[in-house]
Nanobody
Framework: QVQLAESGGGLVQPGGSLRLSCAASGIIYRLYTMGWYRQAPGKQRELVARITSAGSTNYADSVKGRFTISREYAKNTVYLQMNTLKPEDTAVYYC????????????WGQGTQVTVSS
């Protein structure tokens, strides 16, 4: 059974930092591109950042220079370090495991709430 367990969300003031974690189980982790997406109220889900099995990354323009995605193979975990947070970063953040390049599945976590407010 595939599980993506997210943690690290919460309430933070503008300018603050948070680190999200997503621990994957039930998949061959090295075959998956891992990503973070977010969905704000009334908006569509959007890509925040992705990291391939080779370590290549891409980011949404709105988070470049503030967010960093990384992955740890020993723990089957992907991280999203979020710095200089803004109120517009408020959303539910979802972890994604995309194995379609290797004819594997595409999986989502349950989401973790990030609220940036003073």
């Amino acid at each position: 059974q595939v599980q993506l367990a997210e943690s690290g969300g919460g309430l933070v003031q503008p300018g603050g930092s948070l680190r999200l974690s997503c621990a994957a189980s039930g998949i061959i982790y090295r075959l998956y591109t891992m990503g973070w997406y977010r969905q704000a109220p009334g908006k569509q889900r959007e890509l925040v950042a992705r990291i391939t099995s080779a370590g290549s990354t891409n980011y949404a323009d709105s988070v470049k220079g503030r967010f960093t995605i990384s992955r740890e193979y020993a723990k089957n975990t992907v991280y999203l370090q979020m710095n200089t947070l803004k109120p517009e970063d408020t959303a539910v953040y979802y972890c994604n495991a995309d194995g379609t390049s290797y004819r594997r599945g595409d999986y989502w976590g349950q989401g973790t709430q990030v609220t940036v407010s003073s």
